[in-house]
């Protein structure tokens, strides 16, 4: 694995911050988080990483670095396989309350409750949330090294900067196709890793 490899206590709470902000789309809902299955994902990935060389041979920013393309790609792989997570809504909660007959207040549930169409791609969604805080967090350390030894400019930097923005806008405006993509496509870990390259890098080249 490589220095940008979540631990599987971390994965815990990287998939729980990505939760927080799921639900809060989902008026009515609650986000279940079984943390057992998330870290045979993790342990999974780490497996399955092992088995690659990851050092990869990147162009311009990622070149001879750890290549957290492939780590991203593995971990949105094991996510979507073993699914972690499931959308529940209140009138769900109501209905299994009902057939195990646990007494409840019918009328307050009622009036918290929102009438919305289920997430059925909750597990999708949160491994692209996963990838892109593995890859843009890699990137992060690797640009905050380089300025370290004064091997980049503020002008480069700045440029940076702009290809981080576009790349989160042009990420946004795919991410149903993306989503729909890992739910319906067969797709391998190495597959994955070369889906999320092209849709996370934030490379621009390091001439300055």
């Known amino acids: 694995m490589t220095q940008f490899s979540i631990a599987r206590s971390e994965l815990v709470d990287v998939i729980h911050a990505g939760a927080d902000k799921v639900v809060k789309k989902l008026p009515g809902s609650i986000i279940i988080q079984d943390n057992a299955i998330i870290e045979e994902c993790a342990a999974r990935a780490s497996r399955t990483l092992a088995g690659y060389n990851m050092s990869g041979e990147v162009s311009g920013l990622h070149k001879k670095l750890p290549n957290h393309f492939k780590e991203a790609g593995h971990y949105v792989y094991w996510i979507r396989k073993l699914k972690p997570l499931r959308v529940v809504d209140f009138s769900t909660i109501g209905e299994i309350l009902k057939r195990r007959q646990v007494n409840y207040n019918e009328k307050r549930l009622e009036s918290i409750a929102v009438k919305s169409t289920p997430m059925t791609s909750i597990n999708e969604c949160i491994a692209i949330y996963v990838a892109k805080q593995i890859v843009w ?59 999320m390259e092209s849709m996370l890098a934030t490379d621009i080249s390091l001439d300055q």
Request: net charge positive.
């Open 137 to 195: 967090s890699a990137e992060d350390f690797i640009v905050s090294e380089l300025d370290k030894q004064s091997k980049v400019s503020d002008l480069w930097k700045e440029k940076f900067k702009k290809n981080r923005t576009l790349c989160s806008r042009k990420l946004h405006g795919m991410t149903s196709d993306m989503i729909a993509s890992l739910r319906y496509d067969n797709h391998s870990p190495n597959t994955l890793a070369l889906l």
